[in-house]
């Protein structure tokens, strides 16, 4: 009996020594958070099952959705936030899968774009660097403020409407002063005309403030200082170029015309003749049949009161009608040397002007 009863304790002892080992080695395998590996270890092996339910999205619309990530959201919370947002359909899975991949500690928080054509693999290595984020925004020559407005509403990106920024566009010097007062914008006027037209990737979290903030200090950094320094020879704020290269804007077709178009109406304000220019007359009608440039007709030259129309007042227009290019701001600035004071488009549909000295030429000029 006392044999047996030996061997009984050396066998506890081994099975204790055993055991000390096994956890000194699930110890140091785990870092020193056994019960997390273990929790962890069986949270993979549930996954191991589940390979397709990670990998098929929840749907095949690749529309994008707007998703923040608050600081100090936790994997649960960002989940359900998913699951709320229409993105993934179960976000049990989405918590076990951050755990494992150990993304859980790298989600970061900002703004995101996410669509139902992503696994949740693919949300998950998105979620952990928000500059990969951007909005992607076009604003096209010859567009009116509004016409950006739209654009906006279009895009769906923002996390403000097109009316919000129009708003803050329409504050003119209040918004911007120091711009305002660079460029001798009036008391009162909006930033209509300094919306620089360009292609731009912007944070997904912009503000009102910050969009024309960047279209300013685009126009700021595009119009070199030579521009500006030739305008105030001449006379002229970068205010009244700009408003003139707007209207060439919207009547020239091919660039290489703005000088000569330019030309054209700085001789009418040197001899103090009406600019005559139908893009004033659309500008003051404003949003008409579907368009902010509607079709106008002859009634329209003196029905159409506005301090805009310019067969009704002498001049400049109050301010610019659009947002040039360089090439029309140049044009406007550097205008070719001529005699010419008409022009209109040729018969040919080409998009190209003729050119006319005297009236008589202008409608010996016209199509038949």
């Known amino acids: 009996m006392e044999r047996v009863l030996k061997v009984f304790f050396l066998l506890a002892a081994a099975g204790v020594v055993l055991a000390l080992l096994a956890g000194a080695a699930l110890f140091l395998i785990s870092g020193g958070r056994p019960v997390d590996f273990v929790q962890t270890e069986l949270i993979r092996f549930r996954l191991s099952s589940r390979q397709d339910d990670l990998n098929r999205p929840i749907g095949s619309d690749d529309s994008p959705i707007r998703f923040t990530v608050n600081t100090g959201d936790s994997p649960r919370t960002i989940a359900q936030n998913l699951l709320n947002n229409s993105v993934i359909s179960d976000d049990e899975l989405f918590v076990d899968y951050v755990r494992v991949t150990d993304l859980d500690v790298e989600l970061e928080a900002g703004t995101y774009f996410l669509n139902q054509t992503q696994t949740i693999p693919e949300i998950a290595v998105t979620l952990t660097d928000s500059r990969s984020s951007f909005i992607p925004f076009r604003i096209l020559e010859g567009w009116r403020m509004e016409e950006v407005a739209d654009a906006i509403d279009r895009n769906q990106l923002f996390g403000f409407t097109g009316d919000d920024f129009l708003q803050v566009v329409r504050g003119g010097a209040g ?44 126009f700021t950094s595009r119009v070199e200082p030579q521009l500006w320094a030739d305008a105030a020879t001449q006379g002229w704020s970068m205010y009244d170029a ?49 368009s902010w440039w509607p079709q106008i007709t002859q009634d329209d030259y003196v029905t159409a009161v506005s301090n805009y129309n310019t067969y009704l007042v002498n001049g400049l227009p109050p301010g610019p009608i659009a947002s040039p290019s360089l090439s029309a701001i140049r044009a406007a600035i550097y205008p070719a040397a001529s005699e010419f004071l008409y022009f209109r488009a040729t018969c040919n549909g080409s998009g190209f002007h003729n050119f006319a000295r005297t009236f008589e030429e202008h409608v010996a000029n016209g199509c038949s």
Do not use: C, W
């Open 175 to 218: 918004a911007s002063p120091d711009f305002a007062a660079q460029v001798g914008l009036p008391a009162g006027a909006s930033f209509e005309g300094f919306l620089y037209p360009d292609t731009y990737q912007l944070p997904p979290d912009i503000t009102p403030v910050e969009l024309l903030d960047t279209l300013l200090q685009t």
């Open 242 to 290: 700009v408003t003139l290269a707007s209207i060439v804007e919207r009547e020239s077709v091919h660039p290489e015309e703005n000088p000569q178009i330019a030309g054209v109406y700085r001789n009418r304000i040197d001899i103090g003749m009406k600019l005559d220019a139908d893009p004033t007359v659309q500008y003051g009608i404003g949003f008409q049949n579907g």
